[in-house]
């Protein structure tokens, strides 16, 4: 793992030694819109290309949208490999990867110098590519996923909406809450390299669930009774909790299966047509543990745990 300085790749960890054994995720740089009255970025079948990797939760949102805006024949897909090592995410082959459909690149840093030759910049998925221009449109995942939800409206006819006008306020406390103690929670826990950094995130990570177990105790979904944005962004870290969180990140104070409301929801949200399709827990499993050799230096990959996503989940009368 590494990162680009000046268009050369370097080899090189998180640094947290300034940060009190404190990870800092950096801003995505690339933030632009795709709408019809963007002067650059237009909707198009065909045009726009989704590079992912199945292990990585913000990677998965996107594809998660895709598939539920019905946009799988406008926008294609590349898949990196798992196992991201010295080179960083690559396309070597493993069951479940891609080649680098566009350019046949064997480093996803190659996709970023492309856009610009000489770029200082974490290579980091999901990115969504412009196949018209050469350029990176956003890689920021929560800002591809509204993309998604509106921008191709007109060309698939879905409108499903799961960003709407009178819930926004609302589901942006959501997912600022969320991001903060869940999302970007267990990398924090997973990542602290001091006792005391750990033990910090550790802490607000299970109060912020303990939270949201609340909430799901009486309404189906994070915002009322419909799912939004929130719900996906929120399932892409449950989905994972149990098998890697748990053990990789050290964020076993419980599992999501001893949450009687959130295993529910999950199982709820997993059951939503076309998502189980998303969920590779070989890449997810493989990823964490054979790419993070600082916190798993045998790079020994764990059995199991053995979880079944597809037993009722009984929510449907909560509203
Ligand atoms: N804010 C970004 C974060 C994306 C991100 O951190 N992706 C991880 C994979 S899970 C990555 O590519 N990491 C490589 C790196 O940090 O060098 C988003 O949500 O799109």
Request: glycine content about 6%; proline content about 3%.
């Amino acid at each position: 793992m590494g990162l680009l300085v000046d268009g050369k790749w370097q080899d090189k960890w998180y640094d947290t030694s300034s940060t009190g054994g404190k990870f800092k995720r950096q801003d995505s740089q690339f933030r632009s819109e795709i709408s019809a009255d963007d002067e650059v970025y237009q909707p198009e079948s065909g045009r726009y290309h989704l590079y992912v990797s199945l292990a990585c939760p913000w990677a998965h949102r996107t594809l998660i949208f895709r598939k539920l805006k019905k946009l799988e024949e406008h926008i294609s897909v590349s898949v990196v490999s798992p196992e991201m090592l010295e080179h960083g995410w690559t396309f070597e082959s493993f069951p479940g990867a891609t080649e680098d459909h566009l350019f046949g690149a064997k480093y996803m840093h190659e996709i970023y110098t492309r856009m610009q030759a000489d770029i200082t910049t974490r290579v980091t998925v999901p990115v969504l590519w412009d196949k018209k221009t050469n350029t990176i449109v956003n890689n920021e995942s929560a800002e591809i996923i509204r993309i998604l939800n509106t921008a191709f409206n007109d060309l698939t006819g879905d409108d499903q909406d799961f960003y709407p006008e009178h819930l926004r306020a609302e589901i942006d406390d959501i997912n600022a809450f969320v991001y903060d103690n869940i999302n970007n929670g267990v990398y924090k826990a997973g990542f602290a390299t001091q006792q005391d950094a750990y033990e910090e995130a550790v802490t607000a990570l299970f109060d912020a669930l303990d939270k949201v177990e609340q909430r799901l105790t009486s309404q189906r979904y994070l915002v009322g009774e419909q799912i939004t944005e929130a719900d996906w962004r929120l399932f892409t870290t449950l989905v994972r909790f149990d098998t890697v969180y748990v053990g990789h990140f050290k964020c076993n104070l419980k599992r999501i299966v001893d949450y009687p409301a959130i295993w529910g929801y999950l199982r709820d949200l997993y059951s939503v047509a076309g998502v189980a399709e998303t969920v590779n827990q070989q890449h997810i499993k493989h990823h964490y543990y054979y790419s993070h050799d600082m916190i798993n230096p045998t790079r020994v990959v764990p059995k199991g745990p053995e979880i079944d996503f597809t037993t009722p989940h009984n929510r449907g009368a909560l509203k």
